[in-house]
């Protein structure tokens, strides 16, 4: 734990804030507010029994919640290259291998190992889990470093959180967007998510969010576009 006591009383007060886990979650909500549409690069690790996934993904978002997921790599089968398309309601609409197909969003095709589902994989569904950690767990500031804190959760039930018995998330204090969260059942790692060159406010377009759109298309559009960048992640 890192003690306050070393600091000056200006600095201790600033930091006190910060290890303040429910003014966190304020700020952090704050922050989401002002997105309407956000891209990034997500690295994605978990395990359930002897089910394993891991995959680098292009993750696209636009308000109210409109959500597009292309697979770069991936372990299960025909994963590199598919969609998926979120845009409210039970259905996911998915294309791989060139055949469209649509599911509910509890099928087994478009949840992670764990049974995630599709929708409670962008920033609304991160801070709600958050803010549900603050009400529900055991919460502490175990790290800061460079503008970052990683806070750690108990949970005082783990059946609130699928088993997960803690939980860290790793914020960055400049943007006040999580960067990566780790999840244990009891001593053993069971999923590891980070996000990564968030692309915020670029005025993303509704077609987009089309399953025929390619996402390539913003580049002409002028846009800025996650898939600008090279897919150096460690996968």
């Excluded at 966190?24 to 690295?43: A, G, M, S, T, W």
């Amino acid at each position: 734990l890192i003690s306050l006591s070393i600091f000056p009383k200006k600095i201790k007060s600033e930091l006190s804030e910060m290890f303040d886990i429910n003014k966190i979650v304020i700020k952090l909500f704050e922050q989401y507010n002002e997105i309407n549409d956000y891209q990034c690069r997500v690295r994605q690790w978990c395990i359930h029994g002897t089910k394993y996934e891991k995959r680098i993904m292009n993750f696209y978002f636009s308000r109210p919640r409109n959500i597009r997921v292309e697979i770069l790599r991936g372990n299960r089968m025909l994963d590199q290259g598919t969609i998926g398309i979120y845009t409210g309601g039970n259905k996911i609409t998915g294309k791989q291998m060139g055949f469209v197909i649509q599911v509910d969003k509890k099928n087994p095709l478009v949840t992670t190992v764990r049974g995630v589902p599709f929708d409670q994989t962008d920033l609304e569904a991160i801070l709600n889990r958050i803010q549900l950690h603050a009400e529900k767990s055991e919460g502490k500031v175990i790290k800061l470093r460079r503008k970052k804190i990683c806070i750690s959760f108990t949970p005082r039930n783990p059946s609130d959180f699928e088993g997960i018995t803690r939980e860290l998330v790793w914020i960055d204090l400049n943007s006040w967007l999580p960067e990566a969260s780790e999840s244990y059942d009891n001593s053993q790692l069971v999923q590891y998510v980070e996000w990564k060159h968030y692309i915020i406010n670029q005025g993303l377009p509704g077609e987009l969010f089309v399953i025929s759109f390619s996402s390539k298309q913003l580049k002409k559009m002028g846009l800025t576009s996650i898939d600008d960048i090279p897919v150096n992640e460690d996968f």
